[in-house]
Nanobody, 126 residues
Framework: QVQLVESGGGLVQAGGSLRLSCAAS????????MGWFRQAPGKEREFVAG????????YYADSVKGRFTISRDNAKDTVYLQMNSLKPEDTDVYYC???????????????????WGQGTQVTVSS
């Protein structure tokens, strides 16, 4: 069994930074891409960033490009999302996910991804 657990969310002022972490337990996710999504109550899920297993390729939503950076440490089965220059519109619950498909495919997938975390709240005040 694989479980993904997010951490690092919280309250931050606009312009500030947060680093989210997502750790996998149970077994190593060899060759799985990992990514971050966000969703507000009553709204559609939005892709934020994705990264290949080797970290050789990353893919970002236009809304966060240049501000957010995704990375991973396969020895720890952990993916990170460094969020800088945060804006109030970044306020959401952030979820991590893992899947055999590419980060680009994860961004638009309608069929279920392999694994999801439970989410961590990020709130950005003005």
């Amino acid at each position: 069994q694989v479980q993904l657990v997010e951490s690092g969310g919280g309250l931050v002022q606009a312009g500030g930074s947060l680093r989210l972490s997502c750790a996998a337990s149970g077994r190593a996710l060899t060759y799985y891409a990992m990514g971050w999504f966000r969703q507000a109550p009553g709204k559609e899920r939005e892709f934020v960033a994705g990264i290949s297993w080797s970290s050789g390729y990353t893919y970002y939503a236009d809304s966060v490009k240049g501000r957010f950076t995704i990375s991973r440490d396969n020895a720890k089965d952990t993916v990170y999302l460094q969020m800088n220059s945060l804006k109030p519109e970044d306020t959401d619950v952030y979820y991590c996910a893992a899947d055999r498909r590419s980060p680009q495919a994860m961004a638009v997938a309608r069929s279920p991804l392999a694994y999801w975390g439970q989410g961590t709240q990020v709130t950005v005040s003005s």
